[in-house]
């Protein structure tokens, strides 16, 4: 007879993976829980999250479920039930998965895996789990896509584009990677700004963005990565680096001010890198683990192709 347990940290689950100490520190998940068989063995682990800060496009506050991982789909299901009859109990009335805690942290299932290679910092999971997530009653709540084209611009359509962003008194720069604690505080303060209003948003401190960002240092390359500032004050930045596996550069992130949106900043930071990778002898840039809706998605397919498509998954409780 299977049986439902707490799952603690460092435990040996065998085949699947642990939860350090460090990992449930910088996360901070309400509970962890985990379905044993018979024996004992594990068969399946999951981790809560019932914090009301986090808000779904309606409004709702939403609870999450994160650091899932299953032997099969018929354990996971079991325990993904079992997780929202906990958080049912805890009051929360939805729940989003699998999700790290935060959109900060790992999360989304890979619905559409396509043919090209893994990236890093990607997502990457099986329709085994997507189907464990259904047959718990979840469905897709919000899609996401990552898109790859091979229209890169030339460096006089950056220019341009920097022309235009000056016009609100807007300059680039490529990060400093000397400076790199003290540029990554001030790309915190931008994203921090950018997606305030987003859904599925929700706050980390200074301290928790430099540990989560200070491993990328070994693969930043300046002219991959810029700042637009304003005054002095960075109003924007785009965060791009090589693909390990193919010829392109990879947009991770772009953030701007809000106060600054139709200035046209988006524009010159992505043709910057678009021109960078261009001359870097790269044949492609990739719009990473973007929303679906979002105009950078909409833009970037115009010029491309979808490669993978992931979604959020969710359910009423």
Known sequence: MTAFAPWRPEEDLGVLPRYSEAERALERPREALRLNDESGAALACCALWTSDEMRDPDGVAVARIGR???????????????????????????????????????????????????MPLEPWTTFEEVAAFEAAGFAPCAEY????????????????????????????????????????????????????????????SVDEFLTLYRPVKPFSEPRFITLAERDGACVGFIFCFRHPGAPSLILKTLAVD??????????????????????AGLSSVIFATMHASILSASWASERGRIIRRYAL?????
């Open 68 to 118: 899932y991982a299953a032997v099969d789909k018929e354990a996971g299901a079991r325990l993904l039930r079992h997780a929202c009859t906990r958080l049912s109990a805890l009051s929360a009335k939805r729940v989003v998965g699998p999700m790290n805690g935060s959109t900060w942290h790992t999360y989304r299932l890979v619905t559409d895996f396509g043919k090209a290679p893994r």
């Open 313 to 317: 998954f969710g359910r009423d409780l």
């Open 258 to 279: 809000p106060d600054l949106h139709g200035a046209d900043v988006g524009k010159a930071l992505t043709l910057r890198a678009m021109a960078a990778a261009r001359e």
């Open 145 to 204: 896509v990552s898109v790859e084209t091979e229209a890169l611009a030339s460096r006089d359509d950056a220019e341009t584009a920097a022309r235009e962003a000056s016009k609100a008194g807007v300059t680039l720069r490529p990060l400093s990677v000397d400076r790199f604690d003290a540029e990554l505080r001030v790309m915190y303060a931008v994203s921090a700004a950018a997606f305030v209003n987003a859904a599925y948003s929700s706050t980390l």
